[in-house]
């Protein structure tokens, strides 16, 4: 008989945290771990190489904390290691573990909110240079066109507190003019990087009225409900009392600070040293 467990949430950094919360506010009854590599963040402009080799000693590390299921809530991560590790690894680790991302529940569903059948992507340099929204909307939804914008600042500018004054403004709309060069009548954005939230009210005032902004937290959320739910022998290895802990790779005053931003609660996190 397994060992029961928590559900964990890894992410490169703090935005995995936006996603954690909506997890939490839709299914409160799980223990969660959630592990921020900090010491090691930003993913999004290191090589695919870099990133599957930190993220899947990151998934390691979980399983040694008796996570049965583990969830990249990190697009880089779901970009460029995710495949990598649920073809490869995870039989040779433990084939009844399960390693879940974020763009195929956002892929799933984002036809449903077009109607002119033009959608923008705004993410960070690795995610959009892995294609994989495009890949997996393909398979969805072959008739959408796709528009990627890349965004190299905004995730620099949002961990370090920048995301509200008029610098930031700059560059937010700087990008969204640029994604909507590519097509004005793109009418569904995706923020398909978890920090985005934060400035999804900046974003949609700079977008045309009527266009959808689009936010993972709650797709992914009601995503792994879903899933659960289809997996019972899943669902039953997972523990259960509302409990959560959080873990980082760096300083953890600093990721108490500002993760209390990302997850809209007082964060108190621990700090763990990775090997391998």
């Known amino acids: 008989m397994q060992q029961q467990?928590?559900?964990?949430?890894?992410?490169?950094?703090?935005?995995?945290?936006?996603?954690?919360?909506?997890?939490?506010?839709?299914?409160p009854q799980y223990n969660y771990i959630y592990l921020g590599d900090n010491a090691r963040a930003p993913y999004g402009n290191r090589s695919f190489e870099t990133i599957y080799h930190y993220t899947l000693q990151c998934v390691k590390w979980f399983f040694?904390?008796?996570c049965p299921l583990v969830l990249l809530a990190c697009n880089t991560a779901s970009a460029k290691a995710l495949?990598?590790?649920?073809?490869?690894?995870?039989?040779?680790?433990?084939?009844?573990?399960?390693?879940?991302g974020v763009i195929r529940p956002t892929t799933e569903i984002i036809g449903l909110h077009s109607r002119s059948g033009k959608v923008g992507i705004m993410a960070t340099n690795g995610t959009v240079q892995s294609q994989?929204?495009?890949?997996?909307?393909?398979k969805f939804y072959p008739q959408l066109q796709v528009y990627q914008q890349a965004c190299p600042l905004l995730?620099?500018?949002?961990?370090?507190?920048?995301?509200?004054?008029?610098?930031?403004?700059y560059f937010i709309k700087k990008y969204?003019?640029?994604?909507?060069?590519?097509?004005?009548?793109?009418?569904?954005?995706?923020l398909a990087c978890t920090h985005y939230p934060l400035i999804q009210d900046k974003i949609k005032?700079?977008?045309?009225?009527?266009?959808?902004?689009?936010?993972?937290?709650?797709?992914?959320a009601a995503s792994l409900q879903d899933y659960l739910q289809r997996h019972p022998e899943m669902e039953k290895?997972?523990?259960?009392?509302?409990?959560?802990?959080?873990?980082?790779?760096?300083?953890?005053?600093?990721?108490?600070?500002?993760?209390?931003v990302f997850f809209g609660k007082p964060v108190q996190s621990e700090h763990v040293e990775l090997e391998g």
């Open 205 to 220: 005032k700079l977008l045309p009225v009527g266009t959808e902004v689009l936010a993972q937290g709650n797709i992914v």
């Open 176 to 190: 969204t003019d640029e994604l909507l060069a590519k097509d004005p009548g793109i009418d569904t954005v995706l």
């Open 132 to 138: 994989s929204y495009k890949i997996e909307i393909e």
């Open 83 to 100: 495949r990598t590790i649920q073809q490869k690894d995870l039989a040779k680790i433990d084939a009844l573990k399960r390693v879940l």
């Open 64 to 66: 040694q904390q008796s």
């Open 5 to 27: 467990g928590p559900i964990g949430v890894f992410d490169s950094g703090y935005g995995g945290l936006t996603v954690l919360k909506e997890i939490v506010n839709t299914l």
């Open 155 to 169: 995730v620099p500018l949002i961990e370090n507190g920048e995301h509200e004054n008029a610098g930031a403004d």
């Open 237 to 260: 290895l997972i523990n259960r009392g509302g409990k959560l802990k959080f873990y980082t790779t760096d300083s953890t005053s600093d990721f108490d600070a500002h993760g209390t």
